[in-house]
């Protein structure tokens, strides 16, 4: 077992691959050690033998995750789809079915609405995030299948990897890089990686 400065255990966090594929087949995201200043907020993901700095929920890791609690959903997830800012950054490459983010994109937050944890058309009453953001977070964003299928009203929604804020300040309960690493990681996504988060 090998454990680094910081005391990550870089043995459970490897890259598996399949083969000689260009895909990872499963990936790991863990909290920082106990103890550590940011504690709970922040963690590592590694590829390719490097550890990746990501942000995580501003209450950690959690197995129960529950509508606005904060936390990154403990478990094993697959990424779905890719959506960009055309504006922003050319297309990213991956593995993945990758879609243009539009202005009138959202993605439905309210456990009351029928269309709760889906992509959704704005205007709307219902609560939702909206995709097309001023602070540059979603420019890029890989949707996990958390809470998909089936759909549980208030077991989460809208759990995503996308950008990092400059300070990797928490996020309400995605995965966030900084922009280079998630496009390097992006090459590495297909429907059939596991993303496990632990």
């Known amino acids: 077992m090998i454990v ?4 990550v255990k870089k ?6 691959t399949h083969g000689k594929s260009r895909f990872a087949s499963r990936l790991r995201v863990a909290m920082r050690p106990a103890g550590h200043l940011h504690g709970r907020q922040r963690g590592y993901l590694i590829l390719d033998g490097r550890l990746i ?4 929920g501003r209450t950690g890791i959690r197995a129960d995750k529950r509508e606005g609690d904060g936390a990154t959903p403990r478990g094993t997830w697959h990424a779905r789809e890719v959506r960009y800012r055309a504006d922003r950054g050319p297309r990213p ?7 243009r983010t539009r202005r009138g994109d959202g993605w439905c937050d309210d456990p009351r609405d029928g269309r709760y944890n889906r992509p ?3 205007p709307m009453r219902a609560s939702h995030e909206e995709m097309w953001r001023d602070d540059g977070l979603y420019d890029l964003v890989v949707v996990l299948d958390h809470n998909s299928r089936p759909r ?13 804020r400059g300070t990797f300040e ?28 632990k």
């Open 152 to 164: 549980r009203s208030r077991r989460g929604s809208a759990v995503f990897l996308h950008i990092a």
């Open 4 to 7: 680094n400065g910081n005391g």
């Open 93 to 99: 490459i991956t593995g993945l079915p990758v879609l």
């Open 11 to 16: 043995k459970t966090l490897r890259t598996e």
């Open 120 to 122: 959704v058309s704005l």
């Open 53 to 56: 700095p990501v942000a995580l």
């Open 170 to 197: 928490p996020t309400a309960g995605c995965v966030a890089f900084r922009p280079t690493d998630l496009r390097r990681l992006l090459a590495r996504l297909s429907p059939k990686t596991a993303i496990e988060i």
